[in-house]
């Protein structure tokens, strides 16, 4: 896939995704002005084949990434082999998909926070398979590669992080954005980008696991997913219906399995059987 960029003036580089500005720290120590760093919001629209297809808020950061992740993730394609090209110039993302049957839906957002179930979820019907599985340690140990990771969260607490670990425990990919549904298409992109195998990959991330969030990871082909914080009653139904293991509150050495815990094992054998109560 070729990716090309025009007039694009944030690159990967961190400059440019925050910026500086006056403030006045409160404490235990007194009062006090600071200059304090925050993120940079930006509005990217994303188009296929010309046509726009969502226009939202982010971070304008890996945005060819951000298209293939987002794309693959809200089942617009099902591969990224599915898409030919992505140029970017400045706010403005066009990905090629010469065998898409028609202009997709166009939506309209322009919130960082829900890039919304534009295709519904009639489409995720099949369980993803089982056979994957993974050691509790392995699994705390890339809970605790947030916090590694979350660089930009570190210098302005603006944003979310989302970390993609492979069998072996290896970082294949890692995204932060302002928004959680972003920084899992971003994540998502560059690895599929890499010929990662999802099927036996995490996805740890941060903020809540919703019905939207669950069927990203579902269309991306990903049987685990952690998060820090809380999932959703209706996330957790389709994680049940879809066969995904979802972890919660998953801030070491402490964890909270709540659908298909086969998948997550101690010392070889199903974490299950050795629970109590």
Known sequence: MHTGTGKSTV????????????????????????????????TVELRVNG?????????RDRLE????????????????DA???????????????????GPPPGIELRTSGCPGLAFGLGACREPLPNGYGVELDGLMRAAGLINELARLWRRTGGTHCAVIVGPDGEVIASAEDMGRHTSVDKAVGTALLRGADLSIAILVCTGRLPSGMVAKVY?????????????????LELAERLNITVVGFARPPRLTVYTHPERVLRDGSAL????TG
């Open 11 to 42: 690159t990967g580089d961190p400059a440019g995704l925050t910026r500086g500005v006056d403030a006045i720290i409160a404490d235990e120590t007194g009062v006090r002005r600071e200059r304090a760093e925050v993120s940079v919001e930006s």
């Open 51 to 59: 046509t726009p297809l969502v226009r939202l808020a982010l971070t």
């Open 65 to 80: 990434a951000f298209a293939c992740g987002f794309l693959v993730c809200e089942g617009v394609v099902t591969s990224v």
């Open 83 to 101: 898409i030919e090209s992505v140029a970017v110039d400045g706010g403005v993302v066009d990905a090629r998909v010469p065998d898409l049957a």
């Open 219 to 235: 269309r991306a082909g990903i049987s685990i997913v952690v998060s820090n914080t809380a999932p959703v009653l209706a996330g």
């Open 272 to 275: 299950a059987a050795a629970a």
